[in-house]
């Protein structure tokens, strides 16, 4: 893995995860089974099915939703958004189509804001789908989002 200057990082790229379930652990083993070294993103917020069998039983675990994790340490590039990963930091909301809770965007939203504290030329927050036509996630308004959070503290573009 390389090392990310943090002087170059200027977007959260916003991901989801394009499933119903999941946790650090599953995006560790669907990135590794792609030939990554590990989970692309540097954080990972969870819904309330942590594992696919919680998802398929209809068991949701509520104290899961909207977790925060470290994927990839911030320490290291990205594997997230071809061509872009040494100016961008990832987070990925686990869910698909918009389907997300109350909890994981307020937790998303602290995790962009704790973000810009920490890299001063992060610029603002974008989503992958910004990056390709090939992509929707993390299939919510960005626009949308940044409104949102800039009541939580958010005061970047």
């Known amino acids: 893995?390389?090392?990310?200057?943090?002087?170059?990082?200027?977007?959260v790229v916003l991901h989801c995860s394009a499933s119903h379930y999941g946790d650090v652990e599953t995006i560790e083993s669907w990135h590794?089974?792609?030939?990554?070294?590990?989970?692309?993103?540097?954080?990972?917020?969870t819904n309330c099915y942590p594992k696919a069998e919680n998802y398929k039983l209809k068991q949701p675990s509520l104290d899961h939703d909207g977790l925060i994790h470290?994927?990839?340490?911030?320490?290291?590039?990205?594997?997230?958004?071809?061509?872009?990963?040494?100016?961008?930091i990832g987070v990925v909301i686990i869910g698909a189509g918009g389907e997300f809770s109350s909890r994981?965007?307020?937790?998303?939203?602290?995790?962009?804001?704790?973000?810009?504290?920490?890299?001063?030329?992060?610029?603002?927050?974008?989503?992958?789908y910004e990056f390709t036509d090939k992509k929707t996630c993390p299939e919510i308004?960005?626009?949308?989002f940044k409104s949102?959070?800039?009541?939580?503290?958010?005061?970047?573009?």
Not at 141 to 144: A, G, R
Request: net charge negative; hydrophobic share 35%; charged share 25%.
């Open 70 to 88: 470290p994927g990839r340490s911030e320490k290291f590039t990205g594997a997230h958004v071809r061509g872009h990963n040494y100016e961008t």
């Open 1 to 11: 893995m390389l090392l990310l200057n943090p002087e170059n990082v200027k977007w």
């Open 104 to 128: 994981q965007l307020v937790s998303t939203a602290k995790v962009c804001n704790d973000i810009f504290a920490r890299f001063e030329n992060c610029i603002g927050i974008k989503g992958h």
């Open 141 to 144: 308004d960005i626009e949308w």
């Open 148 to 157: 949102f959070i800039l009541p939580l503290g958010m005061d970047h573009e």
């Open 32 to 45: 590794k089974e792609r030939g990554w070294s590990g989970c692309g993103y540097h954080w990972v917020i």
